[in-house]
């Protein structure tokens, strides 16, 4: 039974994107007549307008007590739409039918599926990160990762996705863009961002560009603190702003604002560019031409709500020309300042009119005009389909960068005693389990992250019997900074083993990290494999022992030696 639940999995997915690409994109359909959309907007009054433009948070992991009130506030303020965070993909199915049942108008229900459902659900898929990503030389896998992200959001009852991140990372210490960047070359994450944005677009999801005019250059977390951009207006233009033009050509349905000061753009004290009219409405809707959904980076973050307290954010947000305001701190309040907006003619009548029927198109190029319920059966089975599985692999392997070493690779000898080393882990690895398989002469070493000086000397004594040293060096955080977070003994002990005549390193970790890890660069070999996942663990697996071409570039530039696009 779930094999067949899987083959009709796939062939819906081949069916889906077929048809699907027959029809109108969201932006030609705005340019159109649409009686359902006129429809809907004519029975509504000024104070559900202003709802429509409005997305609230859910969860499905907090209970009933929680879910009850989500259903009070749908009911009671008639919102636009839904954020689901943290939860399990059929719970959150179940209330996704709960709730579109509750609403007079069907909702936009949306999620942050940057690498797909795993970003945020449990028991789900996690494609690579876009730092991964950017080093794959097809972005035809991309596309192909976009069709397939789209079609889990949907299957679970979603319509839209805040992704692609277009951000060019220029800034090894940003906190809070870095390994969700496709890269520091501004033409690559365009052309990946629209590959990724394209494969979404063609299973009828709504994708957002983000964060507009550009987080990368950053080392402030908007979520924490109000980032600047001090840079020039040219720079801006020529730099942060390019991917997001590229993406606009292509016909981006959506771009999300960022809650960063940019003197430059506006010379206002204080004042995040989602609040900014000669940014959104200046910048980006006339000069740049946007005419999709420009969506507020969410409106509770301390970024926006720092200098602009008790509404005033949201109801400043609104004038200055978003058409959705993405987790404002009170949406109640929300609706009252915004509809005192429009009294006192801060915001047209027809402003408001045109931004109501741009949310109402977006729901019907979604397919909420002929709403469904979802079915949760065999949904498990579904998202976590075998073809799933091995488009995360081939993206892995696609993935995987030499940054050096192709000789040492090929003269590894599986006879020879050989170590093979996992680093900042307490169990055994996949990495290690599948490189016993071909040297059967090698022994397993673990070393944890709060090694002692005793137990270094131990090792490396050990390590002088060994012929060869097949090291792995993990990253074990969810989300991989710039640096690692070992001891300096760790440290002085991977600069040790680099050292080795016939070492070879892989590193399961962030490209930046190279820079904290002196001497790694000295090892024979040197594989970036950028995350802690298995399939990236079996791509490594694959190129050491010769069943696997390396054909990854790094996609940042990470010191003198190791610049973008390095790659054997």
Known sequence: MIKKLQLLAVLLLTCTFSAFAQQPSYIELLGRQNPWVDSVFNKLNRKQKVAQLLMVRAYSNKGQIYEDSIATLIEDQHIG?????????????????????????????????????????????????????GAIQDNSLIYKMGQYVAYDLRRIGLQMNFAPDMDINNNPANPVINYRSFGDDKYKVAQKGIAYMQGMQSGQILTTAKHFPGHGDTNVDSHQDLPQLPFTRERLDTLEEYPFKQAIQAGISGIMVAHMNIPALDTTRHLPSTLSPPIITGLLKNTLGFKGLVISDAMDMKGVVKFFPEGEADVRAFVAGNDVLELSQNSERAIKLMRKAVRKGKVSKEDLDLRVKKVLTAKYWAGLNRYQPVSTEGMPADLNRPAATALVQQLSDAAVTLLKGDTLLRMLNPAKKTAIISMGIKTPTVFQQELKKTYANSTYFLVDK????????????????????????????????????????????????????????????????????????????????????????????????????????????VNAQFKNGAGL
């Open 450 to 557: 709060d090694i002692t000086t005793d137990e270094l000397n131990q090792m490396l004594a050990n390590l002088k019997d060994y012929d060869q040293v097949i090291a792995g060096i993990h990253d074990t955080r969810t989300r991989p900074q710039s640096q690692l977070n070992y001891t300096d003994l760790v440290k002085q002990l991977i600069t040790e083993v680099a050292g080795h005549k016939n070492t070879v390193i892989s590193l399961f970790a962030n490209p930046y990290t190279i820079t904290s890890l002196p001497g790694i660069e000295k090892a024979g070999a040197l594989l970036e494999c950028y995350q802690k996942d298995e399939a990236m663990q079996q791509a490594a697996v694959k190129v050491i022992t010769g069943q696997l071409k390396p054909t990854g570039r790094l996609p940042v530039t």
């Open 81 to 133: 739409g839904l954020v689901f965070f943290q939860g399990g993909p059929v719970r959150q199915a179940q209330l996704a039918n709960r709730y579109q049942q509750l609403s007079q108008i069907p909702l936009l229900i949306a999620l942050d599926a940057e690498w797909g459902l795993g970003m945020r659900l449990d028991s789900t898929i996690a494609y690579p990160y876009e730092m991964a990503l």
